[in-house]
């Protein structure tokens, strides 16, 4: 290497131009300037349910086959599941624990009315569809009820779905019985 190349002195235009009074300086995690007010973005809520003309919040839950559509208005506390009281709907009291879970995280127990269609699946799976209907539809008519919603994991679609057969097999991955003889 010869010594032209190592010296800073060389004739490239880039060496010539003063690049400091060109450009201004960039100052990474150094503090605002005093009295600059810095404006802070709220981070955007996704919201999945609505709110119609009547002031009826609206959510639609899913859960494997299951679809609920939930409403919810300002009463009295009804609760009503396909036209009928929920407690002569599911029998599972564990089902019904977790219909109510949301309402009692957000305090709202007893103080709106809800009507659900649900249709498609299980017992469980209703159950689980209506909670996530349930969660958006609160969601819809206060966003401030995010934060305690979402910590709790009401806002989460489960997304698990029975695994389809595959030919050659009893069920999804069960095999028929293999004899010797």
Same mark, same amino acid.
């Given at each position: 290497?010869?010594?032209? $190349? *190592?010296? =800073?002195?060389?004739?490239?235009?880039?060496?010539?131009? !003063?690049?400091?009074?060109?450009? =201004?300086? %960039? $100052?990474?995690?150094?503090? =605002?300037?005093? &009295?600059?007010? /810095?404006?802070? #973005?709220?981070?955007?809520?996704?919201?999945?349910?609505?709110?119609?003309?009547?002031?009826? #919040?609206?959510?639609?839950?899913? @859960?494997?086959?299951? /679809?609920?559509?939930?409403?919810?208005?300002?009463?009295? &506390?009804?609760?009503? /599941?396909? !036209?009928?009281?929920?407690?002569?709907?599911?029998? +599972?009291? @564990? !089902? @019904?624990?977790?219909?109510?879970? =949301?309402?009692?995280?957000?305090?709202?127990?007893?103080? +709106? !009315?809800?009507?659900?269609?649900?249709?498609?699946?299980?017992?469980?799976?209703?159950?689980?569809?209506? +909670? *996530?209907?349930?969660?958006?539809? %609160?969601?819809?008519?206060?966003?401030?009820?995010?934060?305690? *919603?979402?910590?709790?994991?009401? *806002?989460?679609?489960?997304?698990?779905? /029975?695994?389809?057969?595959?030919?050659?097999?009893?069920?999804?991955?069960?095999?028929?019985?293999?004899?010797?003889?």
């Amino acid at each position: 290497m010869s010594e032209e $190349t *190592l010296t =800073p002195e060389s004739s490239s235009p880039a060496a010539e131009m !003063d690049l400091s009074t060109s450009a =201004p300086a %960039l $100052t990474f995690g150094s503090a =605002p300037e005093a &009295g600059v007010a /810095v404006e802070v #973005a709220p981070a955007p809520v996704i919201s999945r349910g609505k709110i119609d003309r009547f002031g009826t #919040a609206w959510g639609t839950g899913r @859960r494997k086959t299951s /679809v609920a559509r939930v409403r919810i208005q300002a009463g009295s &506390g009804k609760f009503l /599941v396909n !036209d009928r009281p929920m407690d002569a709907y599911f029998c +599972v009291e @564990r !089902d @019904r624990e977790n219909i109510l879970l =949301p309402l009692r995280i957000t305090e709202k127990l007893g103080q +709106v !009315d809800i009507h659900v269609n649900v249709i498609g699946g299980g017992t469980t799976g209703q159950a689980g569809a209506i +909670v *996530l209907g349930i969660a958006r539809a %609160l969601e819809a008519l206060n966003p401030s009820l995010h934060p305690a *919603l979402a910590e709790h994991g009401f *806002l989460t679609r489960d997304s698990r779905m /029975v695994e389809r057969k595959k030919y050659g097999y009893k069920k999804a991955r069960r095999s028929f019985q293999f004899s010797k003889r």
